[in-house]
């Protein structure tokens, strides 16, 4: 297990600590892997120019979109995130056993977390840590605050967008790679392509991998609802703030207040879906294109899948996962599982 400096641990850690000045301890070097502008631009015009628009929900998280989400985190309505803690909490220590010695974690998303040093501080001698995410000044910060928490954590950030090739960082005396995907955004996959990316992911950990995720589960459609449509309206305006990205980035004119936020719950498919409603009958540019909407028409920005454990399970087995353990809280509002490559 890694020690965190914190005042009352044994001297032991002090020495550590002290013994390495602060300004030496900073993650390696950032392996690059980051897509260009001309992705983002690419991925909404083709969206905007769909029969039934949609624009990739991985486009929410500027600097902004992130800081949006950090606040969904808190929410009342949002119990995803503090469930998930409240399971880490509980079995951590299960988590880290199941995992084993000297592993390679690499988390998908930046690891600023509480959920990350829930699973470090329970690691049994980590081989390295790698955090990726699509946000580089998110991804460096979280990478620059680990590695001060965690001076004998070897630390690689990887900026890079998880659905496209990036390699992994190799980790000196690694005995296997575990994939940790907290949050349940796994969730955001159509069904096809969540077995695509799972099957891409058992490759990429290879014979003896590890995968740690999070996967809310199917409950009552009007708390699924409540989540996504909260009282204060913070995810109104990460949904929104899509909109405000484009107008930033690709020199679009779209008028935020000539759309509005809608989240519902789809029992046939099981998912949440998130849109933005066309308010009146408008035209909006984006990247040098202009795109007509009518009254009332929407952009799919969102999907959410809710799974049963079982419905998780057969859909890994699909993507060359097999299920070892799997933890939920008491309610069963979420589950946390962990998988071998089959
Ligand atoms: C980060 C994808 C798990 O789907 O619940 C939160 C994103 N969207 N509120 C989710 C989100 C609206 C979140 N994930």
Partial sequence: MITRPNHHRTTHTHAVRDARDTSEARPSRLHDFAPGRDDFRAHVVQGLSQKRKQLPCKFFYDQRGSQLFDRICELPEYYLTRTELSVLHERAGEMAEALGQ????????????????????RLQNPAGYVPLDISREHLLEAAGRLTA?????????VCADYTRSFSVPECE????????FPGSTIGNFE????????????QRCGPGGGLLIGVDLKKDPAVLHAAYNDAAG???????????????????NFAEDRFAHYAFYNPRLGRIEMHLVSAAQQTARAGGESFHFREGETVFTESSYKYTTP???????????TARRTWTDPQRLFSVQYLTVS
């Fill in 234 to 252: 913070v995810t109104a305006d990460f949904n929104l703030n899509l909109l405000r990205r484009i107008n930033r980035e690709l020199d679009g």
């Fill in 173 to 180: 005396g690694s005995a296997r790679t575990v994939v940790y």
């Fill in 102 to 121: 000297r592993c390679t974690v690499v988390e998908y998303g930046s690891g600023s977390s509480l959920k990350t040093r829930l699973l470090l501080d």
């Fill in 149 to 157: 928490a965690y001076p004998t954590l070897a630390v690689h950030p």
């Fill in 311 to 321: 419905e998780f399970e057969s859909l890994a087995a699909a993507g060359g996962w």
């Fill in 191 to 202: 069904p096809h392509e969540a077995r695509a990316f799972l099957r891409a992911t058992a």
